[in-house]
């Protein structure tokens, strides 16, 4: 069964810290994806990645960097976090271009 | 700018009716549309899609119909069961500069009453 793992279901950090949130999928899929949902907004991309060591900006990268060392693994980066990126993060992946997205369950970051 | 719409936040129906959830897209390069639902607490999970070379795509008790000259497709659901709660999004894809990545709507929240 297709899984994704996100490494955390809630995290607490204060402003300015340096944040990371881990994805890790099992399924050997090309492209994995970092999006956030917040009420009202639907979700949003943020960063996506085709291949290892490939990353290309979403519609809202401002104040995020991500990192794919691995196949397997895709990381988003909170660089300086602020409370406007208090929100439920999620990660998904795909196969090629056309599959279905598989999400892992998110993780809800609170930044106080 | 948001290019897949949703118009109903929410949408009542009591069980054993049909559930009509609506979408509207205005990107003419999308050619691949999905729909996910998603409960409290979980991610969104992948429940039935359509290619733009189709107009109707069947899965059970789901399916997805596609307008492409009105940019408009629906997810009907019948008989809707209680179960069948939660929020659904509609999601969009084709080449663009963020590859095939989805571009999702704001969500519908779908109450089935006993």
């Known amino acids: 069964d297709v899984k994704v793992t996100q490494s955390s279901r809630y995290l607490v950090k204060r402003t300015g810290e340096k944040v990371f949130l881990e994805c890790v999928q099992d399924?050997?899929?090309?492209?994995m994806f970092w999006y956030r949902q917040d009420p009202g907004l639907g979700l949003r991309l943020i960063y996506f990645?085709?291949?290892?060591?490939?990353?290309e900006k979403g519609d809202i990268p401002e104040g995020y960097s991500v990192s794919r060392e691995k196949k397997e693994r895709f990381s988003l980066i909170l660089e300086s976090a602020s409370t406007n990126q208090t929100s439920m993060y999620l990660c998904?992946?795909?196969?090629?271009?056309?599959?279905?997205?598989?999400f892992g369950n998110g993780t809800r970051l609170t930044v106080t | 700018d948001q290019q897949v719409k949703q118009n109903s936040p929410s949408l009542s129906v009591q069980e054993g009716r049909i559930s009509i959830l609506n979408c509207d897209y205005t990107?003419?390069?999308?050619?691949?549309f999905l729909w996910y639902k998603k409960y409290p607490a979980e991610g969104p999970t992948f429940l039935i899609s359509i290619s733009s070379i189709k107009d109707k795509n069947e899965d059970g008790r789901f399916t997805v119909f596609l307008n492409k000259s009105a940019k408009h497709l629906s997810l009907h659901i019948v008989p809707s069961q209680p179960g069948d709660s939660a929020v659904y999004f509609c999601a969009a894809s084709g080449r663009s500069n963020s590859g095939y990545a989805l571009n999702f709507g704001k969500g519908t929240s779908l109450l089935v009453t006993p």
């Open positions: 990645s085709y291949d290892v060591k490939m990353k």
């Open positions: 998904a992946s795909s196969p090629g271009d056309r599959g279905a997205s598989h």
């Open positions: 399924m050997d899929h090309e492209n």
């Open positions: 990107n003419s390069m999308f050619d691949y």
